[in-house]
């Protein structure tokens, strides 16, 4: 059964990881994703999830207890934000490449200089490569579906990777919202006890994460890179599974009113709220303009992307992160480069928002759909804009 | 990935890991030496000092002769300690010529 409450989404994130019963929670605190381990410990505390919460001294420490717990077969949980996602970096690396199941939230925060403790992208887009999972939430509810979702693809034998949930910074980690919250029956229905491909265990030996010699380490990267390609099928699976478990349906790409539309606009996050507002506000005055909402970016879902840009005469994309030096922002990158060669690509323009909390209201997917309607009129693309940059 | 020094990437076990215990037999890590040791047997007092001290233990007595000391060379690394080490000099350390 479900229960309808009102909640802060970090604390529905914690609530989610207790009904996973999670065996070991190592975490360092860092805003805005302190809320989660706050609640956790205190859920450690009070008896009611019965879990190991390692207070580690750092996010550095945080990932490596989360590797040796994952290892020995225990259901793993970690969250982080920002500089504390960067200075994990390199263990990072090592949990997907041990094809450890390790789940962990990333409260999407800015990156330092100068500091910023508030909302974008820029921290998930540096870990681009790392081999994981990662998918993007854009309220409280999917945050917390995504959670307990995670854990099942995670822990599926076919996959035995990483996964990453991403969900923005303040704008939800600290916002209440209603939430249905499930039992624990309803998620032990889905998420089945934890059965490791392969783990520590001194009665069967073996050594996970050794020296790979030049002989060997193209061969593991390639099969990394064949393992998580592959992960794409079990995730519409598992998602279709959680649909029928719970009734809410998730997709790798998701569209909102873009079956007929001219002018698309991809959003990753809980922006993608505000715009489909917008797109309302258009569709009411007559104009042809939709959503899409990339939940999924890595697998990068490049075939549920191409049907759905398919037939617009214009895409605009937005970033949440600067790739400086580069082209244009991330999510452009990706999407330009997956569509090149194909028979016909729309013009993409790339839109910069929301660096580092910027408020991005209704005004801004205005100006946005605005320029885009020049495009399709036979404008040009230009350079990525940054919205509401003072100039 | 026992069968094979060289695994095909589906052979590899999930993330690399080694799943059979001392399968580093296998692999025939002599093969970057540069140097390997000599014996001049007639000069070896078969003290062991050569065997205690090579860091690899691929000096053993009797892989080759009856009773004396000799190196494997499928691990022999060639760093010349067992040579450096021998009271009666009587190893020498000699260019791998291919």
Same mark, same amino acid.
């Given at each position: ?283 009411? !005055? ?7 909402? *990339?939940?999924?970016? @890595?697998?990068?879902?490049? %075939? =549920?992307?191409? #049907? /759905? ?48 909390? !910027? ?7 205005? *100006?946005?759909?605005? @320029?885009?309607?020049?495009? %399709? =009129?036979?404008? #040009? /693309? ?10 | ?32 030496r540069s140097q390997r040791p000599v ?34 060379l499928?691990?022999?690394?060639g760093?010349g300690?067992?040579a ?8 020498s350390m000699v260019e791998e010529e291919e």
């Amino acid at each position: 059964m479900e229960k309808r409450i009102g909640l802060e989404t970090s604390i529905a994130v914690a609530e989610a990881v207790g009904l996973c019963d999670a065996d070991v929670v190592a975490a360092y605190p860092i805003t805005p994703q302190t809320h989660i381990v706050e609640h956790l410990s205190e859920l450690v505390a009070d008896g009611k999830l019965e879990a190991a919460f390692v207070p580690v001294e750092s996010e550095h420490s945080a990932m490596s207890v989360c590797c040796g717990t994952a290892a020995t077969g225990a259901r793993t949980f970690t969250a982080t934000s920002s500089q504390g996602l960067a200075l994990m970096h390199e263990i990072v690396f090592i949990a997907s490449a041990m094809r450890l199941p390790i789940v962990m939230t990333v409260a999407n925060r800015a990156l330092s200089a100068p500091i910023s403790i508030w909302n974008d992208h820029s921290d998930i887009m540096a870990e681009r490569d790392v081999g994981w999972v990662q998918i993007f939430a854009e309220n409280a509810q999917e945050a917390l579906d995504l959670t307990i979702w995670a854990f099942r693809l995670a822990e599926d034998r076919r996959v035995s990777l990483p996964v990453m949930v991403n969900f923005d910074g303040f704008i939800l980690t600290h916002t209440i919202e209603p939430v249905l919250m499930p039992d624990r029956e309803m998620v032990q229905a889905f998420l089945p006890p934890f059965q490791p491909l392969q783990r520590l265990d001194v009665d069967n030996p073996i050594t996970m994460g050794p020296v790979g010699i030049p002989d060997i380490y193209p061969e593991t990267r390639y099969a990394h890179q064949q393992v998580l390609a592959a992960a794409y099928g079990p995730i519409t699976e598992t998602l279709e599974e959680f649909a029928r478990h719970f009734g809410r349906s998730y997709y790798p790409v998701e569209t909102y009113r873009a079956d007929d539309a001219e002018i698309l606009l991809v959003t990753m996050g809980a922006l993608g709220q505000t715009a489909m507002e917008v797109v309302d506000a258009r569709r009411r !005055r007559g104009e042809k303009v939709g959503l899409v909402r *990339l939940r999924l970016w @890595r697998p990068f879902p490049f %075939a =549920a992307l191409a #049907r /759905v840009l398919d037939g617009a005469r214009v895409v605009g994309v937005i970033d949440r992160a600067v790739s400086v030096g580069g082209p244009v922002g991330p999510v452009a990158s990706e999407i330009k480069a997956a569509g090149y060669g194909a028979s016909r690509q729309p013009p993409i323009m790339n839109f910069i928002v929301g660096l580092g909390g !910027r408020d991005v209201p209704t005004d801004d997917f205005e *100006l946005m759909f605005d @320029r885009l309607g020049q495009v %399709a =009129a036979g404008g #040009r /693309v230009g350079e990525p804009v940054f919205v509401g940059l003072r100039e | 990935m026992a069968q094979s020094a060289k695994p095909k990437w589906t052979e590899l076990a999930p993330g690399a890991a080694i799943v059979e215990p001392a399968s580093a037999r296998q692999n025939r890590t002599g093969d970057w030496r540069s140097q390997r040791p000599v014996w001049e047997h007639e000069k070896c007092i078969r003290c062991g000092v050569c065997v205690a001290f090579c860091p690899e233990g691929c000096v053993h007595f009797g892989q080759q002769q009856e009773g004396l000391p000799s190196a494997d060379l499928e691990y022999c690394k060639g760093c010349g300690i067992c040579a450096h080490e021998c009271p009666t000099a009587c190893i020498s350390m000699v260019e791998e010529e291919e």
